[in-house]
């Protein structure tokens, strides 16, 4: 079920990322390598990726809070459903 809940919220991501302006282009390269990256998470059952994927979640959430809070408040929404499954 919360890896269900992360894929939802995946796709809301990339919703955000498509509306993204085209001078934005480095935001949407930044969050398309952490959407990779929690995906991998997903599949690997978050083992040895577990703290690096979470510091890289804490800083893309302090990078786009002011200029992309609906992205933040996503990324915000998998790192809560991230530490309810312990990691």
Do not use: W
Request: no cysteine.
């Amino acid at each position: 079920m919360p890896e269900q809940r992360i894929r939802e919220n995946l796709e809301h991501l990339r919703k955000e990322i498509s509306q993204l302006e085209e001078g934005d282009a480095s935001a949407g390269k930044r969050l398309n390598v952490l959407i990779d990256e929690i995906e991998t998470g997903i599949q690997s059952d978050y083992d040895a990726q577990d703290q690096s994927l979470v510091e890289n979640l804490q800083e893309a959430i302090t990078h786009f809070e002011t200029e992309h809070p609906r992205a933040t408040a996503i990324l915000n929404d998998i790192m809560l459903t991230l530490s309810n499954m312990g990691i």
